[in-house]
């Protein structure tokens, strides 16, 4: 038997055990963090967020408020970031599929 090899691939078991379980919990979160998103969606393409976005230049904004959501990339900007993961997901699910 060789130890040291056996230690290695332990090693790399170990991590990858590790890391499968690290993303499981990533995985809940984020379809749990989708289903808020289709809200933001849905507020997004309303003309609840055009009036919204209009309004933003001329209403008194409470100073600390953060309203980075009416800025025209904002949100934007969020849908091609969700898309590129979504298609990374694929993409490592395809490969993780394959390699078995």
Same mark, same amino acid.
């Given at each position: 038997?060789?130890?040291?090899?056996?230690?290695?691939?332990?090693?790399?078991?170990?991590?990858?055990?590790?890391?499968?379980?690290?993303?499981?919990?990533?995985?809940?979160?984020?379809?749990?963090?989708?289903?808020?998103?289709?809200?933001?969606?849905?507020?997004?393409? $309303? +003309?609840?967020?055009?009036? @919204?976005?209009?309004?933003? &230049?001329?209403?008194?904004?409470?100073?600390? /408020?953060?309203? !980075?959501?009416? $800025? +025209?990339?904002?949100?934007? @900007?969020?849908?091609?970031? &969700?898309?590129?993961?979504?298609?990374?997901? /694929?993409?490592? !699910?395809?490969?993780?599929?394959?390699?078995?």
């Amino acid at each position: 038997m060789e130890i040291e090899k056996v230690k290695e691939y332990q090693d790399i078991y170990d991590k990858h055990l590790s890391t499968i379980n690290q993303v499981q919990k990533s995985l809940k979160l984020l379809k749990k963090s989708q289903k808020e998103y289709k809200k933001l969606l849905d507020y997004y393409y $309303s +003309e609840q967020f055009t009036k @919204d976005f209009d309004d933003s &230049n001329t209403f008194p904004i409470p100073d600390g /408020m953060d309203l !980075g959501i009416l $800025s +025209e990339d904002a949100i934007f @900007d969020l849908i091609g970031e &969700n898309y590129n993961l979504g298609v990374e997901l /694929m993409e490592i !699910g395809l490969k993780i599929i394959k390699d078995n």
